[in-house]
T-cell receptor
Framework: DTAVSQTPKYLVTQMGNDKSIKCEQNLGHDTMYWYKQDSKKFLKIMFSYNNKELIINETVPNRFSPKSPDKAHLNLHINSLELGDSAVYFC???????????FGQGTRLTVV | GEDVEQSLFLSVREGDSSVINCTYTDSSSTYLYWYKQEPGAGLQLLTYIFSNMDMKQDQRLTVLLNKKDKHLSLRIADTQTGDSAIYFCAERDAGNTGKLIFGQGTTLQVKP
């Protein structure tokens, strides 16, 4: 009965490949987010979707493309992976106007 | 712009109280949060405080908010070795997106 689940938990891939990370929430929330945590543990928002509509798009390279097929899912596709994309990517969900944001367990992406 | 600052490291002895401090810049933030991240794990919401409150207590956790100084603290009473983790302070963006702006995290080390 995991609230926010991401797959895969670990992803090791070569430079230049294309990969996707999936996220699902069963909390009935309207808003989902992708955050990136770098090697120094710094967390920064990348994208947010509200009811399948993109509402936040921070200065992220256009190699990163989020897709929300429905409000319970927000996937992150990354094209032409670079070494600097290595990080932990966290999915989160909330209701936008409410208090809490709940995070998934993270996907550790390593680009070699 | 919005910014959240925390000290990077705190070491305490088991049984002592821990106080983790945070300063933020956006005076229009509505909610402020504390998240805990254990090694290799996701972000766990510990507690939050609404900006019109000065204090919130939840079992061993006490949050103090000084809105004038834009200072937030988290006190953990009777700190245990299981409390060893990284603690993130976050402010909620004043807009309606639910975006969180995180501090760089404070690593709490609890010595037996």
């Amino acid at each position: 009965d995991t609230a926010v689940s991401q797959t895969p938990k670990y992803l090791v891939t070569q430079m230049g490949n294309d990969k996707s990370i999936k996220c699902e929430q069963n909390l009935g929330h309207d808003t989902m987010y992708w955050y990136k945590q770098d090697s120094k543990k710094f967390l920064k928002i990348m994208f947010s979707y509200n009811n399948k509509e993109l509402i936040i798009n921070e200065t992220v390279p256009n190699r990163f493309s989020p897709k929300s097929p429905d409000k319970a899912h927000l996937n992150l596709h990354i094209n032409s992976l670079e070494l600097g994309d290595s990080a932990v990517y966290f999915c989160a969900s909330g209701t936008g106007v409410a208090t809490e944001a709940f995070f998934g367990q993270g996907t550790r992406l390593t680009v070699v | 712009g919005e910014d959240v600052e925390q000290s990077l490291f705190l070491s305490v002895r088991e049984g002592d109280s821990s106080v983790i401090n945070c300063t933020y810049t956006d005076s229009s933030s509505t909610y402020l949060y504390w998240y805990k991240q254990e090694p290799g794990a996701g972000l766990q919401l510990l507690t939050y405080i609404f900006s019109n409150m000065d204090m919130k207590q939840d079992q061993r956790l006490t949050v103090l908010l000084n809105k004038k100084d834009k200072h937030l603290s988290l006190r953990i009473a009777d700190t245990q070795t299981g409390d060893s983790a990284i603690y993130f302070c976050a402010e909620r963006d004043a807009g309606n997106t639910g975006k969180l702006i995180f501090g760089q995290g404070t690593t709490l080390q609890v010595k037996p």
